[in-house]
């Protein structure tokens, strides 16, 4: 069969799409929202209920929907199609059979894949990875998530836990990151790592654009308003941009060094600072890797953008859940 559904499970929303894995055309997609405080039976039932109302909607029918790829933000057990521990959920979703449930509403082999490593896996299916044998993923958004795969195949050692690149230290002295390590990629290239640059820059007085461009109301700070800055000249603006790329860089050097793969992918919402991310952190690998040659690794922008997931877990479910 060629259609499967894939299904992105987040803290906010539901999305799902029924996607032709033969040329990773998102042939239809519908989001619903999670409401997470209902508990998981209810996210799962609403989930399911989703996915056939995509369904009856389109001429696809449900008989030719080979499959179902499920992704979600957290620690899964691939093995069992259980959720460990989803920390962006309500309830954290301990030891929940989301497979089984999901196969019991829908009569369809159920797989799961965590988040970031179904954009992974979609993007070098069929985006910015596609031709090459080996690369790695940094979807950059409220947190830093990442995804390796390694000649042809998808890294999920550790019970599908290796990957998570955006935990790489990169500064041994550095804050704190929320999953308990210091000086994390996560800490200083995040969305709101990215936003707090600019707040304090506000704060302290710099010379800067960003307080006026907010009308000095803080909570308007974002990556966004200071893309925007840095591209229209703002000095400071400019140098939070290359901080950024700069630990991300070294993050990509660490993983570089490790695996060797001839691209890297920057996905997720704040890769749409474009340049202003992807140029320090190539001279980032110019500057600090000697023992490999940086010019032989390209630095590009993911193409599938908010359907890299979908593609991925589709993609995942119609290989079975192996490679």
């Known amino acids: 069969m060629k259609y499967y559904i894939g299904c992105d499970l987040g803290g906010t929303n539901i999305k799902v799409g029924i996607v032709d894995v033969t040329s990773g055309n998102v042939v239809a997609s519908l989001g619903a929202p999670t409401l997470a405080r209902n508990g998981h039976e209810d996210v799962i039932k609403r989930m399911a209920e989703t996915m056939q109302t995509l369904v009856s909607q389109q001429s696809v029918k449900w008989n030719e929907i080979g499959g179902i790829g499920v992704s979600a933000p957290g620690r899964l057990d691939l093995e069992k199609g259980e959720t460990i521990f989803l920390p962006n959920l309500h309830g954290q979703w301990h030891h929940v059979p989301l497979k089984a449930r999901l196969e019991e509403y829908l009569g369809k082999p159920v797989y799961l894949l965590n988040d970031v490593r179904a954009i992974t896996y979609g993007e070098w299916a069929f985006g910015a990875g596609k031709g090459v044998e080996t690369m790695v993923c940094f979807a950059i958004g409220t947190g830093v998530g990442g995804g390796i795969v390694y000649k042809n195949q998808l890294v999920l050692t550790q019970g599908g ?16 990151c929320n999953c308990g390590n210091y000086g994390c990629v996560e800490v200083y290239a995040s969305g709101p790592a990215i936003t707090a640059m600019g707040v304090k820059a506000v704060i302290q007085g710099a010379t800067t654009s960003i307080g006026e461009r907010c009308g000095h109301d803080l909570n308007k700070i974002n990556p966004k308003l200071l893309a925007t800055a840095a591209l229209e000249g703002d000095i400071v603006a400019q140098e939070i941009w290359d901080t950024v790329g700069l630990h991300l860089g070294v993050g990509i050097c660490n993983t570089a060094l490790a695996i060797g793969p001839e691209r890297v992918v920057i996905s997720g919402g704040v890769a ?43 993609v995942w479910a119609s290989q079975g859940g192996k490679q």
């Open 272 to 314: 749409a600072a474009g340049d202003l991310l992807l140029n320090p952190i190539r001279r980032t690998l110019m500057e600090r890797m000697f023992v490999m040659p940086s010019e032989k690794i390209e630095i590009v922008l993911g193409k599938l953008g908010d359907d890299a997931g979908i593609i991925g877990t589709a």
């Open 161 to 176: 836990a290796a990957g998570e690149l955006g935990h790489i230290s990169v500064d041994l002295n550095g804050p704190k």
